[in-house]
């Protein structure tokens, strides 16, 4: 195994004394400085570790989220094994929902399973609004782990509304999200009273975390790469930009509108916001009110940086497949990422989305350490 001392030292001299709002990851997600590129994994947690395969044998997968001292063992998995600069909550977008009173499975090789999709006005009424007591397994977890977790990050998560409308709508997963797109476009009204309602789902999940001391948080909308520009302003962005304007902390600034104008001013824990093909919606995503903006690997980092601006930092963004080619393969790729992740003001290396089932998880460690080895910074001597 790879030994990574210069990421080590350049780690012990730094911010981490400061603890999780100080580290190399929070550091990036605020455009600051920090000792070397911050690296963790979309669904590092998961099938590809056979500790997990172990411990999950026996439990259904809604049932582990909703057991804290479960939730806290898996998300602490890959942290031990890779090293990785930050934990994400094992949990799952749909687990808000379930709370919400919608009847629901997560089927294994499948995804989320609806029992009966929502298409009308009475199925959008139907989902109600949660508290912490819904999800106080959640609120548990996310303590338990802050205090194991000393100064290594826990980011908190959520589905965004569109992708969480798509499983309710749909009933399961789908390709082409027909009759998602079919609600929206043949009954607009219904399409905004269905998300206004997830969103409030989803903000209230966020605000349960964020109580319970995550670092920073990510909303997914890993389907949004399937509209339009057009479509995505307009049927879209309102609600995520209303779930990201809910959690920050700043009362003063609208993150709506053009935030290229005003410098932005620490609003809260930092707000990722990701999709999978979203290279004509970076900007929009941004303007939603993000921190920072997770890109797939369809889209070079210096090429995303332009079209999301100066003042948002990125996400990402090796296809996860290329952890299935041999080293070299993977080695270039990782130094090609961390050069074109330069152009941005601040960088996250990720994958450009979830770790595969089978992918060897030594060659997830290995790249934990390379990323530090080659974006190691001397300590700043103001620190
Ligand atoms: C779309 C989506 C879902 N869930 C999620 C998204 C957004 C991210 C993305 O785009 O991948 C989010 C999610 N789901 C899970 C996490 C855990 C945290 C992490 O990233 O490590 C996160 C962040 C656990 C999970 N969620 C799920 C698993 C696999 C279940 C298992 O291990 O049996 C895990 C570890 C199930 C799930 N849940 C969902 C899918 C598509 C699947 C996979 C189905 C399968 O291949 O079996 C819905």
Not at 67 to 74: A, D, G, M, S, Y
């Amino acid at each position: 195994m790879t030994t990574d001392t210069t990421g080590t030292a350049a780690r012990d001299g730094d911010a981490r004394r400061g603890g999780p709002a100080d580290s190399p990851f929070v550091r990036a997600c605020r455009r600051e400085p920090g000792p070397h590129t911050p690296v963790w994994f979309m669904r590092q947690a998961g099938r590809s570790l056979p500790e997990y395969r172990e411990i999950r044998a026996n439990v259904p997968m809604l049932e582990s989220c909703r057991r804290p001292e479960l939730v806290t063992e898996i998300t602490l998995q890959p942290v031990r094994r890779h090293g990785v600069d930050a934990a994400i909550l094992f949990s799952d977008i749909v687990v808000p929902v379930a709370a919400a009173g919608v009847d629901l499975d997560i089927v294994a090789g499948t995804g989320p399973v609806v029992a009966e999709p929502v298409r009308t006005a009475e199925d959008v009424e139907r989902i109600r609004p949660i508290s912490r007591d819904d999800v106080s397994y959640v609120d548990e977890a996310v303590r338990q782990l802050v205090a194991e977790l000393g100064a290594t990050p826990l980011i908190g998560f959520a589905g965004a509304p569109f992708t969480l409308a798509s499983y309710l709508v749909e009933g399961g997963p789908s390709r082409t999200h027909a009759k998602t797109k079919a609600l929206m476009y043949g009954d607009p009204d219904l399409w905004h009273a269905l998300c206004g309602r997830l969103a409030e789902v989803t903000l209230a999940f966020l605000r349960v975390q964020i109580d319970a001391g995550v670092s920073a948080v990510q909303l997914f909308d890993s389907w949004a790469g399937a509209l339009s520009e057009a479509d995505y302003r307009r049927y879209v962005l309102p609600h995520s930009a209303h779930v990201l304007a809910g959690l920050a902390d700043d009362r003063s600034g609208s993150p709506r509108g053009d935030s290229r104008a005003e410098p932005e001013r620490s609003p809260g824990v930092p707000r990722i916001h990701f999709g999978v093909g979203t290279a004509e919606l970076l900007g929009a995503m941004g303007e939603a009110g993000a921190d920072v903006v997770g890109v797939d690997w369809r889209t070079p980092l210096d090429v995303a940086t332009r079209r999301i601006g100066p003042d948002k930092a990125v996400q990402g963004n090796l296809d996860p497949c290329v952890l299935l080619a041999p080293w070299p393969v993977v080695e270039a790729e990782v130094r090609r990422i961390l050069d074109q992740g330069r152009a941005a003001p601040g960088h996250v290396f990720n994958l450009g989305h979830g770790v595969l089932p089978e992918t060897d998880p030594d060659v997830l460690t290995r790249v934990v350490a390379l990323v530090h080895e080659l974006s190691a910074r001397p300590a700043d001597p103001r620190s």
